[in-house]
């Protein structure tokens, strides 16, 4: 670029940008009486102004109705599911009857596991990332455990090559194929919590299921932030959280993507419940499970129709901006937001950061390892209002996102980051 990074290129950038009214759809926290500058979408995304009125709907209705309201009124709850898929599947990059939204998701990790980890013989590890978020490393061993086997016989972690942060896709592939008698399932993070790393999903698909193993991706830190294909890469299934990049609330309802070629297969177990019953049937209250023919067959409860609204509210902002608008504006957003930790560590006579993140393989979040004074920066981070998370033993995650992020927020980081690294 030909520019000096200035506020006032950042905020002619913001001039520029086609989504800038889209920030004034959310509620932007408060601190010291001035907006926070909030980096951490990738933790629990910022709420829609309008969830409050879809809320209030669903309370209504039920006033109005009562358990009518699943097929009275202007919305009738009963429908609600399908307003959702449509928007949600454009993000997905799937077809809608491949998605159902329910639960949450380290539910949604042991059900998955029930449906696509089949140990048959001597096929019967499961791979994946070693240091996955702690949730489905207790997800596998559990269920393994469950199942009467050892976790140590069965999960296969691979990690990065000794003094690297990142995995590399070679190392993945290699491992996949020169394991392909032993491994059942790969069950892999799409894009790395703590790095930021973004994994080539295609590409493991294609290498999985060329050694006949299945494979599916947990998405809670890829859903509404990156490209995603889900139907086009031909994973068996992924599941994912709502309530980062997707805006929809602490405890969100989750979701999962089944690959329509399960949807019908007798060999693909479940565990079921009345809400995943055919549904010209379900008021029948017949013996004998027999299952929507869709991903919807997943399904077990009675969905939650508050967690719906917010779920619907968040949706709305992305239909509104569109998703490749949206797209377009994180890749400019993190490009500039790159361009000032580079100007950081230029700026200082030692290299200050060591950015754990790959450079190409990325989505929002950027992932700093602090080789000077890391704590007292994070401190002062917080104490001017710029919100960003802290990881032991030396990492600040931060993750400016298109929604509702500017790019003078994104120079305020750097340059709060600047003074903080001089004093
Ligand atoms: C956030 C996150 C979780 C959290 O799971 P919940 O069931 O929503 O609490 C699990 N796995 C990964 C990879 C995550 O990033």
């Not at 008698?181 to 973004?198: H, K, M, P, R, S």
């Not at 997707?246 to 405890?251: A, F, R, V």
């Not at 693909?268 to 499970?289: C, H, I, P, Q, S």
């Not at 104490?383 to 993750?399: M, N, Q, T």
Request: glycine share 6%; hydrophobic share 40%; aromatic share 12%.
């Amino acid at each position: 670029m030909q520019h000096q990074p200035s506020l006032d290129y950042a905020r002619e950038l913001d001039q520029q940008d086609e989504l800038r009214s889209m920030r004034d759809n959310f509620i932007i926290p408060v601190h010291n009486g001035k907006e926070q500058t909030y980096l951490l979408g990738n933790s629990l995304g910022l709420q829609p102004k309008s969830a409050r009125n879809y809320i209030d709907k669903i309370l209504q209705q039920w006033s109005d109705y009562g358990v009518e309201g699943f097929f009275l009124g202007d919305d009738p709850w009963m429908n609600y599911h399908d307003h959702l898929i449509n928007p949600l599947s454009t993000i997905a990059g799937c077809l809608p009857h491949e998605l159902s939204i329910m639960n949450q998701l380290t539910v949604n990790l042991h059900l998955m596991l029930v449906s696509f980890y089949r140990p048959a013989g001597r096929k019967r590890k499961i791979l994946c990332e070693k240091k996955a978020f702690p949730s489905d490393q207790y997800t596998f061993e559990t269920y393994v455990k469950h199942l009467g086997l050892d976790p140590d016989d069965i999960i296969m972690e691979l990690g990065p090559r000794e003094g690297e942060h990142i995995i590399r896709l070679e190392d993945i592939c290699q491992t996949i194929e020169e394991n392909k008698d032993e491994i059942a399932l790969v069950f892999w993070g799409g894009l790395n919590y703590y790095t930021g790393q973004l994994f080539d999903m295609a590409t493991m698909t294609r290498v999985a299921h060329e050694s006949n193993i299945l494979i599916g991706f947990d998405l809670a830190h890829a859903a509404g932030n990156v490209e995603l294909k889900l139907h086009e890469w031909d994973m068996d299934f992924a599941c994912w959280c709502s309530y980062k990049y997707l805006n929809s609330g602490p405890g969100a309802v989750g979701a999962v993507f089944i690959n329509e070629k399960h949807h019908k297969d007798p060999a693909v177990n479940r565990l079921a419940g009345w809400w995943g019953y055919d549904k010209a049937t379900r008021f029948k209250m017949e013996k004998g499970f027999k299952p929507i023919p869709t991903a919807e067959g997943w399904q077990l409860s009675t969905p939650s129709l508050l967690l719906y609204a917010c779920h619907r509210a968040a949706l709305d902002q992305f239909e509104l901006a569109g998703w490749n608008k949206i797209l377009s504006k994180q890749k400019k957003l993190n490009a500039f937001l790159w361009e000032l930790l580079n100007d950081l560590n230029t700026a200082q006579s030692e290299q200050v950061i060591e950015i754990l993140t790959p450079a190409q393989e990325r989505g929002c979040q950027v992932s700093l390892l602090m080789l000077k004074n890391g704590k007292v920066v994070y401190d002062g981070l917080i104490k001017k209002g710029i919100f960003v998370d802290w990881r032991e033993p030396d990492v600040i995650r931060l993750a400016p996102v298109p929604l509702y992020n500017s790019f003078e927020e994104v120079w305020n980081f750097y340059s709060t980051m600047k003074e903080l690294l001089r004093d």
